[in-house]
C-alpha cells in the first residue's frame, strides 16, 4: 500500500510543504540530522542487508527509550501514549 493511500485510510489530511522550503519541514529534518549522527554516522555497514537488519533496533530505541529534550524528556512512544490514551493500552 503506498503512503498516500495509507495516510488517507487513517483519516489524516497529509498536506505537501512549498518546494525548496526546509523551514517548513523542520521535524523531518531534524530527524533526518539525529539519524545521521547517532545511526549512520556510529556505524559502517559492509551491506545494505547488514544495515537493514540494525535499522529496526535503532528505530525501536529511537522511540521508545532515547531522551528527548523536544518532547521534554520523553521518547516519541511515550509522548502519544500521552496525547493518545489507546496507544498505552497497545
Given amino acids: 500500500m ?3 493511500l495509507s495516510v488517507a ?3 489524516i489530511d497529509h498536506r505537501y510543504i ?3 522550503r526546509p ?3 523542520g521535524k523531518v529534518e531534524r ?12 556505524h559502517d555497514f559492509g551491506s545494505h542487508e547488514e544495515a ?3 535499522l529496526p533496533t ?4 529511537y522511540n521508545h527509550t532515547r531522551f528527548s529534550m523536544a518532547l521534554a524528556g520523553k521518547p516519541p512512544v511515550e ?12
Fill in 18 to 20: 512549498r518546494p525548496r
Fill in 79 to 90: 509522548k502519544l501514549a500521552s496525547k493518545l490514551p489507546m496507544v498505552a493500552a497497545s
Fill in 23 to 25: 523551514q517548513q519541514n
Fill in 9 to 11: 485510510e487513517a483519516g
Fill in 52 to 54: 537493514a537488519r540494525a
Fill in 58 to 61: 535503532w528505530e525501536h530505541a
Fill in 31 to 42: 530527524s533526518h540530522r539525529v539519524d545521521e549522527e547517532e545511526f549512520w554516522g556510529r
Fill in 2 to 4: 503506498t503512503f498516500s
